[in-house]
């Protein structure tokens, strides 16, 4: 394929990324199990350099080449931006807040106590070698950020679960939204205190110090100037903070979180922001997860990286169904909600892999542990929608009885 030019490999990666899951879905069928999203995060793993590179090496380092792989980066760093971004703006605390006693109980339960799991599984996991601590990692943002990716749920790709199972706008779809919206919010937190970095603590003091003011400023403007204007606006901002943000060490996806987060639904549309998700996880995202795949390392051999994602599989899943049912307990729930609950609130795919690529990113895990991440998060999101298909035809069966 050397005579073929940059734009030729890059449209030959695009086929790829968009037909090879597509063909795996569609003729497959795998949607009760694997959702489309899930089946394109799986090829951009078989895409990546462990998989491809080893069974076709020549057509692997042909197809993505430097020139093809600095070009697909570009589009996956705006892709996730644009998709944290929306994570922001779609976050919701009114809600939790007139619940809170129930939303801080269940949210706070949920999130705890897988990372405790997930800790102990960081510490297990470092005693197989130290070859899972990255060049630039502290033992203590190891297993906080390792932890914290056991606990997290994926908030995007919980709504489109509960859309498919037709709970989202149910009572039930709106308590778990709650509880998810408080974790939201605790994961950048976490995230934040992570890329703590002293040598530049006074820019991120400056960038906390500038972004405040900035954003009653942005906000004033965005209420007075047409939908479209807002839209530009939006976008302005989204680039201006994410620059800003990174400058200053803490990451440009917690640029684009926060960017996020001070903008409200009303101004753009709750219908028109749906369908721009929509359309940025069909058009966009692919390249992400094939960015993503790109980054897996099978060089501890598989068995140990397989090895790793089952100790953090079991953490992140049994320590969210403890941490539910001890919220049911105290709550007093009817039967078979913490069940529900719990399973649904086990969907990470997205925002899991986002955290896990900054840890990458910053190297304070390796390649080989973000392998481990990733298959843990596929495995925890795939176990959804079977587990949850039959809990709710239970739970339906059970509301019905007569008394």
């Given at each position: 394929m050397s005579q073929l030019t940059v734009t030729e490999l890059f449209l030959i990666a695009m086929l790829l990324i968009f037909g090879l899951p597509y063909a795996l879905w569609r003729l497959g069928r795998t949607d009760y199990w694997a959702p489309l999203v899930v089946v394109q995060i799986i090829c951009g793993i078989l895409l990546g350099p462990g998989l491809l590179g080893n069974w076709l090496p020549a057509f692997y380092q042909s197809v993505f080449?430097?020139?093809?792989?600095?070009?697909?980066?570009?589009?996956?760093?705006?892709?996730?931006?644009?998709?944290?971004?929306?994570a922001g703006v779609e976050l919701d605390l009114k809600q939790a807040w007139q619940y809170r006693r129930e939303s801080f109980i269940t949210g706070g339960l949920a999130l705890s106590v897988p990372f405790l799991f997930g800790a102990i599984a960081a510490l297990l996991i470092l005693q197989m070698g130290p070859y899972w601590l990255g060049t630039s990692g502290y033992l203590w943002q190891f297993v906080l950020g390792v932890g914290m990716a056991c606990a997290v749920t994926a908030l995007p790709i919980l709504m489109l679960f509960m859309e498919k199972l037709g709970i989202l706008r149910s009572p039930l779809g709106q308590r778990i939204l709650r509880y998810a919206s408080l974790d939201d919010i605790a994961i950048w937190a976490v995230l934040a205190l992570i890329l703590l970095d002293w040598d530049r603590l006074g820019r991120q003091v400056l960038f906390l110090a500038l972004f405040f003011p900035a954003s009653y400023f942005i906000r004033r403007l965005m209420g007075r100037?047409?939908?479209?204007?807002?839209?530009?606006?939006?976008?302005?901002?989204?680039?201006?903070?994410?620059?800003?943000?990174?400058?200053?060490?803490?990451?440009?996806?917690?640029?684009?979180?926060?960017?996020?987060?001070?903008?409200?639904?009303?101004?753009?549309?709750?219908?028109?922001?749906?369908?721009?998700?929509?359309?940025?996880?069909?058009?966009?995202?692919?390249?992400?997860?094939?960015?993503?795949?790109?980054?897996?390392?099978?060089?501890?051999?598989?068995?140990?990286?397989?090895?790793?994602?089952?100790?953090?599989?079991?953490?992140?899943?049994?320590?969210?169904l403890l941490g539910i049912k001890l919220a049911g307990w105290i709550l007093g729930w009817q039967q078979g909600d913490a069940a529900i609950i719990a399973w649904l609130l086990q969907t990470k795919a997205l925002i899991m892999i986002i955290f896990a690529n900054v840890l990458l990113d910053k190297s304070i895990i390796t390649a080989d542990t973000f392998t481990a991440l990733l298959l843990m998060a596929i495995g925890s999101t795939m176990l959804t929608i079977p587990r949850v298909t039959g809990l709710l035809a239970r739970h339906s069966l059970q509301r019905n009885q007569p008394e």
């Open positions: 080449s430097g020139a093809v792989i600095q070009t697909l980066n570009g589009l996956a760093w705006w892709a996730v931006m644009l998709f944290v971004w929306i100037v047409p939908v479209m204007d807002r839209w530009y606006l939006a976008f302005i901002w989204l680039a201006a903070v994410a620059l800003i943000a990174d400058w200053a060490g803490l990451h440009f996806m917690v640029g684009a979180f926060l960017a996020g987060v001070i903008v409200d639904v009303e101004w753009l549309g709750e219908k028109a922001l749906d369908d721009m998700r929509h359309w940025v996880l069909l058009a966009f995202m692919p390249v992400f997860f094939l960015s993503t795949g790109l980054k897996t390392q099978w060089q501890l051999g598989g068995w140990m990286v397989f090895g790793a994602a089952a100790i953090l599989l079991i953490a992140a899943v049994w320590g969210k």
